[in-house]
């Protein structure tokens, strides 16, 4: 199994940008997916950003055209570009991959926007 580890989170004014990290432990260049989800306090985690191997980056409405999801595959990251964050944003972001059959999630990290 993957082991990830996220960093970039932290406290933001509404406006601000931050750049999320997720770095796995080993080579995921063949995972059939990798993206970001969030969990607000008392909401269900959702996807935030996604893709899939041999297809296209999907984004959550709420986000399209202010986040970004890319990959360093020599470094074994997966990226989460936030920029124009909102108060709604505020959340704990996880990262996710799968390999084949199995998934795996970081730890999350905090992302917190004031208004």
């Known amino acids: 199994q993957v082991q990830l580890v996220e960093s970039g989170g932290g406290l933001v004014q509404a406006g601000g940008s931050l750049r999320l990290s997720c770095a796995a432990s080993r080579n995921i260049f063949s995972a059939n997916f990798m993206g970001w989800y969030r969990q607000a306090p008392g909401k269900q985690r959702e996807l935030v950003a996604g893709?899939?191997?041999?297809?296209?980056?999907n984004y959550a409405d709420s986000v399209k055209g202010r986040f970004t999801l890319s990959r360093d595959s020599a470094k074994n990251t997966v990226y989460l570009q936030m920029n124009s964050l909102k108060p709604e944003d505020t959340a704990v972001y996880y990262c996710k991959v799968n390999m084949g059959l199995a998934g795996s999630w970081g730890q999350g990290t905090q992302v917190t926007v004031s208004s």
């Open positions: 893709f899939a191997r041999g297809g296209a980056t």
